[in-house]
């Protein structure tokens, strides 16, 4: 069966997590054997290991957003755990409102809406995540919305003659990936919040 253009992009990301998750674990575990030994104490140890747990968490976190969606299906506790260990502590809050296993390609949807709305709450805010009966639901909320009018047209409209910035790839990936999974996105903007569904 031949493949996609977007299904090599995500088989390319898929690798890349891949292979970046192995060196970042071994260094988790030196840290720890160094903790253990008595030699881990002192606040330059503490900012490795959180870098080390941040950076695993994005790549948990990149791995199904922009990483090949399969069949599988994604558990509520290792959605809860991705979110948590890569937005608490943080300016956003993040509320995933599902509590049975998902496709995978939902939760890449859900996660590449995550990515959209981080760009509209720059401040911080709230962003609720919500499935009933399948139909998607990701909404950010807060007192200000940054306002990009350019990026979330790219939603509705092709960005092939766009110049498009890495930081910006998912309002791009996004209604790709949806139409992929023959979904309409639609999307909702006040002055309060923000809201895309699938």
Do not use: K
């Amino acid at each position: 069966m031949p493949v996609s253009e977007t299904d090599l992009a995500a088989l390319i990301g898929s690798r890349i997590c891949h292979d970046l998750i192995s060196p970042i674990g071994a260094i988790n575990n030196g840290l720890e054997l160094l903790q253990m030994s008595g030699d881990g104490a002192g606040p330059e140890m503490g900012l490795i290991g959180e870098s080390v747990e941040s950076a695993s968490a994005r790549i948990r976190f990149f791995r199904i957003a922009f990483g090949a969606a399969g069949e599988q299906m994604v558990g509520p506790g290792e959605v809860s755990s991705i979110l948590r260990d890569l937005y608490d502590g943080g300016r956003l809050s993040i509320v995933w409102d599902s509590d049975v296993p998902q496709p995978r390609t939902s939760v890449r949807l859900a996660f590449l809406a995550i990515l959209c709305l981080e760009t509209a709450l720059p401040y911080g805010g709230i962003i609720q995540i919500s499935e009933r009966r399948g139909q998607w639901q990701v909404e950010g909320t807060a007192e200000r919305i940054g306002e990009n009018d350019e990026l979330w047209s790219l939603l509705a409209e092709s960005a092939a003659d766009r110049d498009l910035q890495p930081a910006h790839v998912q309002f791009a990936l996004l209604p790709i990936i949806a139409r992929e999974d023959g979904r309409e996105l639609g999307r909702a903007i006040t002055n309060r919040s923000v809201t895309l569904t699938f």
